[in-house]
């Protein structure tokens, strides 16, 4: 296994924000450990992108955000924009990456970055 980071993400349902990232996001639990459903902890991936939830996340910041490199942030937007709500688009930036945000029910940002348009 190669070494890598992985971000916790606070949360304050578990079956909430399951339901947000595996329902509607594509994701597959990797691992959970609940009695309840609502509180717990779970690992769940989707291609190479990881994410671990822990619900309640106590001594932990909140709002957290985590910044998920791709090779194409439109297919990600044109594959989530009819099944959450996304802000606004993707948008090439002028530091060179092409970015847009979705925020899970906890207020946790993925900012999905790729290659600008004239890179891809």
Known sequence: M???AVPIF??????EVKAFYV???GFTVEWEDTVDGRTGIMGIRRGGIELVIDCPMSGHGRNV??????HDADAF???WRDKVEI???PVDEVWGGRTFGV????GN???MIGPTRDRG
Do not use: I, K
Request: charged share 40%; with cysteine; aromatic share 6%.
């Open 10 to 15: 606070p949360g304050d349902d578990l079956g």
């Open 87 to 89: 802000p606004r688009p």
């Open 65 to 70: 955000c985590a910044s998920v490199r791709v």
């Open 77 to 79: 937007y044109e594959e």
């Open 103 to 106: 925020t899970d029910p906890a």
């Open 109 to 111: 940002l993925l900012f």
């Open 23 to 25: 329902d509607r996001l």
């Open 2 to 4: 190669d070494e890598r």
